[in-house]
């Protein structure tokens, strides 16, 4: 074998890592270097000193309360978001209108144990399903394991007919528990059709969190079930459950009354801009959703989300510093129906989204910040991580790219933008939410006034930096992205898959562990 002198080989080496130095992308520079953080100090003491997010939720809470999409409590709180942000100053406020295929409201929902014993039990209907005959009805219970949700469907609900249906979880689940939810919706199709008289288990056979509390909610996109469910409290549907596994006949009567209307009913997302100083046709989105379930006043969902947007658009303005593009804040509706008014700015302004940086959406309770999980963009992690450092005073604030769709940042991170979530440290949130301890006494000042301040210094950061963020992905790379992070089965079963069958080739991951996860 040749023999290759030494000294070329260290020449080579020497040349390879020049040229390695030159093609590397540089690294991102942080607030400091950016010409960011003059802006960002007066942001952070305008935001902790000067801005109302506390003072905004006790209003909201306390004056208009639950805000069901379509309902005159919503209509109040559209005019109120509109009210608050021509105070603020901000540019073009307005509400773009928006249409949910009909409107729902809740009547009264209650419940008796007849058989093996006679008491009362505690029951909430969920939202957007259907009425028991006007005077109820007393049937016997019968379990449906949604473990085995198939074979439930196709074999037992033949037998199904003048029952009441409890959902259990019997056996081992399902891997995928997110397709085996999205799948529910056929299990109640199928007991509307075999005549079953109402289901019991909003919660997918799960119990409700906490002690004698029940959670409403709606269980798709946009659609209505003929047959009532309703979530019971942990404590009665435990009970119910022992009876059956001691093989005892039960009996309930039941009788559920809502109102829902023939046809479509308009709703509304309130939007108000700080136009952009250099380039105001580049936009970035802030967001949380107005709308919120009525069992209580949507206090921490997402009344939070509601005041801390408020909250960043009044620091910016108070600070006096122009971002170099536009910052948009808007208030969604219909976010409880399906993410209906996040879906609907991004088919209003698609033409636009080209121009779109992102969406930064805060929606996990009223707990603090302590991350930004970027929608799939690890690209822009490492310029994400560089801002989360210099705001490490508000506490640490980890970056990921992980795809988050139990918020108004999924239909972004569709559009292939960052649909940033905004993760929160809200343990006692599996109890608020959309229950009826929704209230506003749940709800930290000194939190909400902290995660105010950081959604005005992202905003802020993304808007001002020298170099844009990032551009929407072609639809393939982001169906790609999506498939590899194990989401896709969850958004096709839902009906909001957009890419058809593009992203099929995705090659696997390099690190599963990587991958997104829904709230």
């Known amino acids: 074998m040749r023999r290759i002198p030494l000294l070329f080989v260290c020449v080579f080496a020497f040349f390879a890592m020049c040229v390695a130095a030159e093609t590397a992308a540089p690294e991102p520079p942080a607030p400091s270097a950016d010409g960011t953080m003059p802006a960002l100090v007066s942001i952070a003491g305008h935001g ?78 969920m939202g957007w399903v259907g009425s028991t005959p006007k005077d109820g009805v007393t049937a016997e219970l019968v379990p449906v394991n949604i473990n085995a949700l198939d074979e439930e469907i196709n074999r037992n609900s033949g037998k199904w007919a003048g029952k009441i249906l409890i959902i259990v979880k019997k056996g081992e689940a399902p891997k995928d528990m997110m397709g085996t939810f999205a799948k529910f919706g056929a299990l109640l199709k199928k007991a509307w059709e075999a005549h079953a008289v109402a289901v019991i288990g909003g919660q997918g056979g799960s119990h409700a969190s906490g002690m004698h509390l029940t959670h409403t909610g709606a269980m798709g996109f946009d659609v209505y079930y003929d047959i009532p469910v309703v979530s019971m409290t942990a404590e009665d549907q435990s009970q119910l459950e022992r009876f059956l596994d001691h093989g005892k006949t039960v009996r309930l009567r039941i009788n559920v009354q809502n109102k829902v209307t023939g046809g479509p009913v308009e709703s509304a997302n309130v939007v108000g801009d700080i136009r952009g100083s250099e380039h105001p046709e580049e936009v970035v989105v802030v967001g949380g959703h107005l709308d919120s379930w009525d069992l209580a006043q949507g206090a921490t969902d997402d ?12 620091a910016i303005m108070a600070s006096g510093f122009k971002p170099k593009r536009t910052i948009r804040f808007v ?50 992690v490492p310029a994400v991580e ?23 940042a999924g239909p972004f991170i569709l559009a292939g933008l960052p649909g940033i979530n905004m993760g929160q440290d809200s343990p006692e949130y599996k109890y608020t939410h959309h229950s009826v301890v929704d209230t506003f006494d749940k709800v930290k000042p000194d939190l909400l006034t902290r995660d105010a301040a950081l959604v005005a210094l992202t905003s802020y950061w993304i808007a001002s930096r020298p170099e844009r963020l990032a551009s929407p992905w072609p639809a393939e790379k982001t169906a790609r992205m999506l498939i590899e992070k194990k989401q896709d ?27 997104g996860t829904a709230n």
């Open 48 to 125: 902790m000193m000067s801005a109302h997010p506390y003072e905004d939720l006790e209003e909201l809470s306390d004056m208009i309360g639950g805000r069901v999409t379509g309902s005159p409590e919503a209509a109040k709180a559209i005019a109120w978001g509109i009210a608050k942000m021509k105070a603020i100053g901000l540019d073009n406020v307005h509400a773009e209108k928006w249409s949910l295929s009909r409107g729902w409201s809740r009547g009264s929902a209650t419940a008796e144990l007849v058989e093996p014993i006679q008491r009362k039990l505690d029951i909430d209907s």
């Open 303 to 314: 009344g939070c989300g509601v005041a801390t947007t408020l909250g960043a658009a009044e």
């Open 331 to 380: 208030l969604f509706t219909g976010e409880e129906q399906g993410l209906l008014g996040s879906l609907a700015y991004t088919k209003t302004h698609a033409a636009e989204m080209a121009n779109h940086l992102g969406a930064i959406i805060l929606d996990n309770g009223q707990g603090p910040v302590v991350s930004l999980n970027l929608g799939g963009h690890k690209d822009v």
């Open 386 to 408: 560089k801002f989360a450092d210099s705001v490490k005073a508000f506490g640490e604030v980890k970056v990921d790219d992980k795809a988050v769709f139990g918020t108004d």
């Open 489 to 515: 089965t969850f958004l096709k079963a839902f009906g909001i898959w957009p890419f058809g069958n593009l992203g099929k080739e995705a090659a696997k991951p390099e690190n599963d562990k990587a991958g």
